[in-house]
């Protein structure tokens, strides 16, 4: 993410949790946090805790985020907010949390006929395979409520849609038949299956560079017969670098309701 | 293959159906927009380059990174010479193990000087918040830490080391860690190396196995274990096929880019070893010290007459003070007598050729000079006698703080002519602007030459350097010439050529 991305992304994000924006410039960006953005990524529990428990005023504090700091001439004082710095993970962590389940209806134009809508689960996973390197993929899922039927890349085709938190009047959301919780399933194994069809040649790559270090570890150590602690500690250190892993996380999802 | 997922997403979601409590469609969009950037799609490549706007990496320093993360696997010695940028090589790798997920906790070993240097250049550079170590940082809440060996390794800060789980261990100066019977070396040893970068220009400054020491510390087995390595390298310690096959091994663990294969266009270096003559009195004085290991036996060990004999190639003051330390262990009276005859003969002299020799070189160069000594008190004497003939010099040694060292770079750049360092002023200070550099006295070490001399050439220097090695004829400064040259030797079999560092070895 560039240093311009982050600055567009630090005022959306803004806006979008109720934080005003009290001064928004291309180099850096002052916000007014809510209470609950304040407990959320001013690491201070102490003061909120004080607070509530004295019935004191809350003062939740303002932010500013300086994107660009080569740009910047004024004295503004600030935190250096890069892609990589800890805070801009912090709220990174934060959209996360707060962006991660939906409940949708596409918009309909109040003056149309009845129209019917289709409940769809949708549903993003990151994939990561790990060893000594690391490779992640993205899939999103749709799967049809009614029909069982499965679109790919689902979150690309409905981004552009514009969606409403309430059921418009002329919509008509049928009932899904299957029921969400078991269509998360039905999307795991999809996901699963690949998974395993995948080429894994990385793992088995991997598996032969371990299997070459620890032999050379092992020569190291071979006429001592009480190995060392720092043999062990190695060996695992081996096993830590080189076991080939595949995590799968939920990035968010939801329902939503097509036309 | 196995496959893990975490199930924290589904049981909240049933929650949510339940109760109907859901988010915002554009921070939901947002979120996966975010995770859709920073996707790492290959396994191979540096991804992290685009985002780095203040590195703007050279050839060599990228091949490095690559090469030491695809085909070492994240553990190697960078070995690069003097001033090719090693430190932006490690910030490159470590910044991208970072971003691909495979490094949450990194530990730095710094020498103490350059602590805030490396925490300021990774901030600056890469991004990377690598917070130096202060008397009241927790150790166990810091994800990159800077820290110097010497606190490492105590009491207990190492046991709180130990109890970290660091992915990525960073060792600068690794040259330090060359003898595997000090604390520093066990202390290492005992880390744990998931991925482990060893900095040095100088892997090996007096024998082989010097550098399978930390080949071993790195990759234990590589070079077989002790026994096997040191009977297979003593008993062919010609057989050249031997060193084919191990300089092989060697370049299997280790990155080092000479300044020639950079493709940059460096100056080159021009030596001048210069012979100085004692004065006759100055030689007699040298003689009269010789004489002091029959005389006593507190002289009688060589290390301490060796000592003398440098001291007394370098300065009066130099040697004074060790000779007053040392007469205070002399029990009888003749032998007080002798070494008090001694100092007066010392003390009387009036030149000091070597630094006659200095002011030439110096009027002559008409321009920046460094003066490089082992001896403080040398280096306060010297700074007194330019003054004298006035010259103006600032002092440089390692037991300043940042402040203090970025003042006398300072002083140097803009109000002196000269700058006087000792030893412990070698490591870690650029000094591109200047070209002159004056070995007042040898170290026994050839890579502690390269070190001073790596202070000036290197990137951004447009001159070519003159190097003057000062060598008073017929002492034990003749003895130390001859032995760095064998060293040297050793070196190029296995690591790879060394740039001139003095020219006897190939006359011309």
Redesign the interface.
């Known amino acids: 993410m560039y240093s311009s991305q982050v600055n567009e992304y630090l005022s959306h994000f803004f806006e979008e949790t109720d934080c005003s924006i009290i001064e928004r410039h291309p180099h850096y960006i002052t916000a007014q946090l809510t209470i609950d953005m304040d407990k959320r990524i001013m690491n201070r529990p102490y003061y909120w805790k004080y607070v509530e428990s004295t019935n004191g005023v809350p003062c939740p504090a303002q932010l500013t985020c300086i994107t660009h700091p080569e740009e910047v001439l004024e004295d503004v004082k600030g935190e250096i907010v890069r892609f990589g710095s800890y805070r801009l993970n912090q709220i990174f962590r934060v959209a996360q949390q707060l962006g991660a389940y939906v409940h949708l209806y596409e918009a309909v134009d109040d003056n149309q006929d009845q129209i019917f809508l289709t409940p769809f689960l949708g549903v993003n996973y990151k994939v990561s395979y790990y060893c000594d390197q690391t490779k992640e993929m993205l899939f999103s899922f749709g799967l049809n409520l009614m029909t069982g039927e499965v679109i790919e890349q689902f979150h690309e085709q409905i981004q552009e849609l514009s969606f409403v938190s309430e059921r418009p009047d002329a919509a008509f959301p049928l009932q899904y038949i299957i029921k969400p919780l078991r269509g998360i399933e039905r999307l795991d194994e999809l996901l699963y299956n690949i998974i395993q069809g995948d080429d894994h040649n990385w793992a088995e790559k991997a598996k032969q560079k371990w299997v070459r270090d620890q032999r050379v570890l092992d020569y190291f150590y071979n006429d001592v017969e009480d190995k060392p602690e720092c043999y062990e500690i190695e060996k695992k250190a081996l096993e830590e670098r080189y076991a080939a892993k595949i995590k799968c996380e939920i990035i968010n999802g939801g329902i939503f309701y097509l036309k | 293959?196995?496959?893990?997922?975490?199930p924290n997403?589904?049981e909240?979601?049933?929650e949510?159906?339940n109760t109907?409590q859901?988010?915002?469609?554009?921070?939901?969009?947002?979120?996966?927009d975010?995770?859709?950037?920073?996707?790492?799609?290959?396994?191979?490549g540096l991804k992290s380059l685009k985002?780095l706007?203040n590195v703007t990496p050279l050839e060599h320093q990228l091949e490095a990174a690559q090469t030491v993360?695809?085909r070492m696997?994240?553990k190697a010695i960078l070995a690069d010479e003097v001033g090719l940028g090693k430190t932006i090589e490690a910030g490159l790798i470590l910044?991208e193990y970072?971003?691909?997920?495979?490094v949450k906790k990194a530990l730095i070993l710094a020498p103490a000087s350059l602590v805030n240097q490396w925490s300021d250049e990774l901030t600056s550079k890469?991004?990377?918040?690598a917070i130096p170590y202060r008397k009241n940082t927790s150790i166990e809440h810091t994800d990159i830490l800077v820290m110097s060996m010497d606190t490492a390794k105590k009491s207990p800060h190492k046991e709180a080391i130990y109890a970290e789980a660091y992915?990525m261990i960073i060792i600068d100066e690794a040259h330090k860690l060359k003898n595997h019977k000090t604390k520093i070396y066990e202390f290492v040893?005992?880390?744990?190396?998931?991925?482990c970068l060893l900095l040095t220009a100088t892997p090996i400054q007096n024998n082989v196995f010097e550098l399978f020491n930390l080949i071993?510390l790195l990759?234990?087995?590589?070079l077989?274990?002790f026994?096997v390595f040191q009977s297979s390298f003593k008993a062919s310690k010609h057989d050249l096929e031997n060193d084919e096959f191990l300089k092989e091994l060697v370049n299997q663990v280790m990155v080092r880019n000479r300044r020639q294969d950079t493709g940059i266009e460096w100056t080159t270096r021009k030596v001048h070893n210069i012979p100085v003559k004692f004065t006759e009195k100055e030689r007699e004085v040298y003689d009269l010290i010789l004489q002091l290991k029959d005389i006593s036996p507190v002289f009688a060990g060589s290390f301490s007459m060796i000592t003398l004999q440098k001291e007394m190639c370098s300065s009066k003051e130099a040697t004074c003070l060790t000779l007053e330390n040392m007469m205070k262990n002399c029990n009888t009276k003749d032998e007080i007598a002798f070494v008090e005859e001694v100092i007066e003969q010392l003390m009387a002299l009036q030149t000091n050729a070597k630094a006659e020799k200095v002011l030439e070189i110096v009027r002559s160069a008409e321009d920046k000079v460094i003066i490089f000594t082992e001896y403080r008190a040398t280096q306060i004497f010297l700074q007194w006698f330019l003054h004298n003939n006035g010259i103006t010099s600032v002092l440089f040694n390692g037991k300043y703080n940042k402040s203090k060292r970025d003042y006398m770079k300072y002083l140097f750049k803009e109000k002196a002519q000269v700058l006087i360092a000792t030893e412990a002023g070698g490591e870690g200070i650029n000094l591109q602007f200047c070209h002159h550099i004056i070995n007042y006295d040898l170290p026994w070490n050839p890579m502690k030459l390269e070190q001073r001399i790596g202070r000036v050439h290197r990137l951004g220097q447009e001159h070519d350097v003159q190097i003057y090695n000062l060598a008073i004829a017929d002492t034990i400064e003749q003895k130390i010439l001859d032995l760095l040259h064998l060293k040297i030797d050793v070196f190029e079999k296995v690591v790879g050529e060394l740039d001139d560092i003095l020219t006897y070895k190939h006359p011309i």
């Not at chain 2, 293959?1 to 975490?6: A, C, L």
């Not at chain 2, 859901?22 to 996966?32: A, G, N, P, R, V």
């Not at chain 2, 890469?126 to 918040?129: A, L, S």
């Open positions: 293959m196995n496959v893990e997922k975490s997403w589904e909240e979601f049933a949510r159906l109907q859901w988010d915002s469609w554009k921070l939901y969009k947002m979120c996966y975010v995770v859709k950037t920073n996707l790492i799609t290959e396994f191979t985002y706007p993360i695809e696997n994240g910044k970072l971003m691909r997920g495979l890469f991004y990377i918040p992915d040893q005992s880390l744990k190396k998931k991925f071993s990759k234990p087995g590589h077989g274990n026994d």
